[in-house]
Nanobody, 123 residues
C-alpha cells in the first residue's frame, strides 16, 4: 500500500553532514507517521533514530542523535528527510525509513519499510 525508497547515503568523514531522503508512493502519504531507524554493522536489530507525525507537528529523537539530526517531511512531495549533522563513526549504519499509523519508537509498530541506505562515517 505504501512503497518507500531511501537515498542519500554514502561515505563521509566524522564531522560531515548528510541528508537522507525517503520517497513514498502509493496511498496518501499524509495518512502515515514516518520514522527513521538504523542497524549498525553486526547489529541484530534496528534502533530508533527519529519519527515525525503526519503533518510534522510532533517529532521524536533518540538521545544519541538529538541536537544533531533533524527529521522533516514534505507531504506535497511525498518525501521524508533526515538531516544528519556532525556525524560520528558510531552513526555508521544502514538507515531505514518506515511508515506507521501512530508515533512510536518500536520498529514492530511500523508497517512499511524501505530497503535502506548505507551511511558510513570514517575516523
Amino acid at each position: 500500500q505504501v512503497q518507500l525508497v531511501e537515498s542519500g547515503g554514502g561515505l563521509v568523514q566524522a564531522g560531515d553532514d548528510l541528508r537522507l531522503s525517503c520517497a513514498a508512493s502509493g496511498r496518501t502519504f499524509s495518512n502515515y507517521v514516518a520514522g527513521w531507524f538504523r542497524q549498525a554493522p553486526g547489529g541484530k536489530e534496528r534502533s530508533f533514530v527519529a519519527s515525525i507525525s503526519r503533518f510534522g507537528t510532533y517529532v521524536d529523537y533518540a538521545d544519541s542523535v538529538k541536537g544533531r539530526f533533524t527529521i522533516s517531511r514534505d507531504n506535497a512531495k511525498n518525501t521524508v528527510y533526515l538531516q544528519m549533522n556532525s556525524l560520528k563513526p558510531e552513526d555508521t549504519a544502514l538507515y531505514y525509513c518506515a511508515a506507521a499509523s501512530a508515533l512510536s519508537r518500536f520498529d514492530r509498530n511500523y508497517n512499511y519499510w524501505g530497503q535502506g541506505t548505507q551511511v558510513t562515517v570514517s575516523s
